[in-house]
T-cell receptor
Framework: DQQVKQNSPSLSVQEGRISILNCDYT??????FLWYKKYPAEGPTFLIS?????DKNEDGRFTVFLNKSAKHLSLHIVPSQPGDSAVYFC?????????????FGKGTKLTVNP | EPEVTQTPSHQVTQMGQEVILRCVPI?????FYWYRQILGQKVEFLVS????????KSEIFDDQFSVERPDGSNFTLKIRSTKLEDSAMYFC???????????FGPGTRLLVL
């Protein structure tokens, strides 16, 4: 059951360049989407979220774009920094549908090279 | 900045033993969750808890699992009789409102031998 898919297991970018992490979903009832960052031996750290009523949300170097018709979202990090190297998880929920559970993708390991 | 804490960080147990994983959610949060991540797999939802009762649970959360808020600060996950396949990282999370951002603790690594 892969309702949330992150098809790229890894991504490598140069410091200062843009990192684009992608996520696709199949459940049209999802209405709230989040990105988490995770370092080894730590819990997921919340980065940024977006509601389905928006198509873009920005917070500093992080921007999330949502394309509902394509059931696709992406996280842009610009400029990328070596400290951004981590595993990034996309997660989704049916918050208006009465479910509180987050459904996670498998994650994309981002490496930012100095 | 307030954060979710979990104890212990690591737990090793024998198959068939009971384990209790502990969490202290962010103090003004009202919704509490447990997730787990088996090595190499996705983070999976186990259960959500609000107002002293389970509000939602997954198929994974069978009769071997239970949750409790024994006092005003702790939130626990009990596994009555552990199996080898229960070996995973267990994450606690909390949120202040239903459907809002969930904040995760650092996790407990459980190893069942």
């Amino acid at each position: 059951d892969q309702q949330v898919k992150q098809n790229s297991p890894s991504l490598s970018v140069q410091e200062g360049r843009i990192s684009i992490l992608n996520c696709d979903y199949t459940n049209s009832m999802f209405d709230y989407f989040l990105w988490y960052k995770k370092y080894p031996a730590e819990g997921p750290t919340f980065l940024i979220s977006i509601s389905s009523i928006k198509d873009k949300n920005e917070d500093g170097r992080f921007t999330v774009f949502l394309n509902k018709s394509a059931k696709h979202l992406s996280l842009h990090i610009v400029p990328s920094q070596p400290g951004d190297s981590a595993v990034y998880f996309c997660a989704a929920s049916e918050s208006q549908g009465g479910s509180e559970k987050l459904v996670f993708g498998k994650g994309t390991k981002l490496t930012v090279n100095p | 900045e307030p954060e979710v804490t979990q104890t212990p960080s690591h737990q090793v147990t024998q198959m068939g033993q009971e384990v209790i994983l502990r969490c202290v959610p962010i103090s003004n949060h009202l919704y509490f969750y447990w997730y787990r991540q088996i090595l190499g797999q996705k983070v999976e939802f186990l259960v959500s808890f609000y107002n002293n009762e389970i509000s939602e649970k997954s198929e994974i959360f069978d009769d071997q699992f239970s949750v409790e808020r024994p006092d005003g600060s702790n939130f626990t996950l009990k596994i009555r009789s552990t199996k080898l396949e229960d070996s995973a990282m267990y994450f606690c999370a909390s949120s202040d409102l239903r459907g809002e951002t969930q904040y995760f603790g650092p996790g407990t690594r459980l190893l069942v031998l």
